[in-house]
């Protein structure tokens, strides 16, 4: 069982930043695929970053290329999501999951799941 639990969401004017957290067990990193999910009122589950085994490689969407990066610390069990030039569009609730697959955008690829922050983007 893999426990994974985000904060640092918040509600933040158009243009600015905010860092995400995922903290989990020991060892996670090493053995799956992360991957950090959003979803919008009425929207489906959209994966905007991953990040494979041992941190080897990133990937993202077109949506956020450019303004978030995704990173861990290792030491402390961390994964983070930075969001810089945020906008009203990344209004959503922020998820990060494990999956074996890399890259894949299915949210039924992803075996386990923090319970998510929000965040919210202001004009």
């Known amino acids: 069982q893999v426990q994974l639990a985000e904060s640092g969401g918040g509600l933040v004017q158009a243009g600015g930043s905010l860092r995400l957290s995922c903290t989990t067990s020991r060892g996670t990193f090493n053995n799956y695929h992360m991957g950090w999910f959003r979803q919008a009122p009425g929207k489906e589950r959209e994966l905007v970053a991953a990040?494979?085994?041992?941190?080897?490689?990133?990937y993202y969407s077109d949506s956020v290329k450019g303004r978030f990066t995704v990173s861990t610390d290792d030491a402390k069990n961390t994964m983070y999501l930075q969001m810089i030039n945020l906008k009203p569009e990344d209004t959503a609730v922020y998820y990060c999951?494990?999956?074996?697959?890399?890259?894949?955008?299915?949210?039924?690829?992803?075996?386990?799941w923090g319970q998510g922050t929000q965040v919210t983007v202001s004009n």
């Open positions: 990040l494979s085994l041992a941190s080897i490689r990133t």
């Open positions: 999951a494990t999956t074996h697959k890399w890259r894949t955008n299915r949210a039924q690829d992803y075996g386990f």
